[in-house]
């Protein structure tokens, strides 16, 4: 399958969970391009500009952003998301490549990046729905605290939220819907905008772009093998959800 074929599939895939809910707003695809040649995440790049999609692409390595940044910004509009963790002695390499950081766990990191930083940057507040210690995130009674802390920064802008569920297609989404009300109830006084709230994937088991879910994804695939045919990730339910009022 061609990188446009898989793009189209994944769309198609979107289209119709979207349908199924009743969803009448937008919902984004984001790719996961983990361990790509620069070549391939331009190729990438330009398929999402040619299907007319939101050319938008997610690193899970600071390490990796830099090595295609240059490659991926040969595609006019074309956005670099940090997925992964951050840590502290790669901030300032990651703010030179991306465009956004979607994994903000925490308040001392919140001040750290806006330390650094010169300009506006949209952040997501990662939490951990499931409480695993296996994953990444913020608790959810730690998000309230967060989301005063990226408000009162100078630079950081909130964004949204990604969520981290169980690893189940049911009980993750069963996780997630108390964390999506608190979300909700603690942004719509105070944060300006269109937040979104981003379910992250968890071993195959794909989000459903339901309500509250802003853009979603599903790693389970990233590029199919031989390496010669690769195949997108889908970072399916990235769906736009108005929290904001």
Do not use: Y
Not at 19 to 34: I, M, Q
Not at 104 to 113: E, H, V
Not at 192 to 212: D, K, L, T, Y
């Amino acid at each position: 399958m061609s990188i446009p074929e898989a793009i189209a599939a994944a769309r198609d895939r979107i289209d119709r969970a979207t349908s199924a809910c009743g969803r009448t707003d937008s919902v984004h695809l984001e790719l996961a391009v983990k361990t790509r040649t620069p070549e391939e995440c331009r190729a990438a790049a330009a398929a999402l500009r040619e299907a007319g999609l939101p050319i938008l692409l997610g690193h899970n390595r600071v390490q990796e952003a830099r090595a295609t940044a240059e490659a991926i910004r040969e595609v006019p509009g074309a956005r670099i998301h940090l997925i992964g963790p951050l840590q502290s002695n790669k901030i300032n390499h990651a703010l030179a490549c991306v465009d956004a950081i979607e994994s903000l766990d925490s308040s001392a990191l919140a001040s750290k990046i806006d330390a650094r930083a010169t300009g506006t940057l949209p952040v997501f507040v990662e939490v951990n729905v499931s409480g695993e210690a296996t994953k990444h995130g913020c608790a959810p009674s730690d998000v309230a605290a967060l989301i005063d802390a990226v408000e009162a920064s100078a630079h950081l802008q909130l964004a949204g939220f990604m969520t981290v569920g169980l690893n189940s297609p049911v009980e993750g989404r069963r996780a997630r819907g108390p964390t999506q009300q608190r979300a909700a109830s603690g942004t719509r006084p105070r944060a300006p905008g269109h937040q979104r709230v981003r379910p992250g994937a968890v071993n195959g088991h794909e989000p459903r772009p339901g309500v509250g879910h802003s853009r979603g994804r599903d790693d389970r695939a990233p590029w199919e093998l031989p390496f010669s045919a690769p195949a997108v990730s889908e970072r399916t339910a990235r769906s736009r959800e108005h929290i904001a009022d």
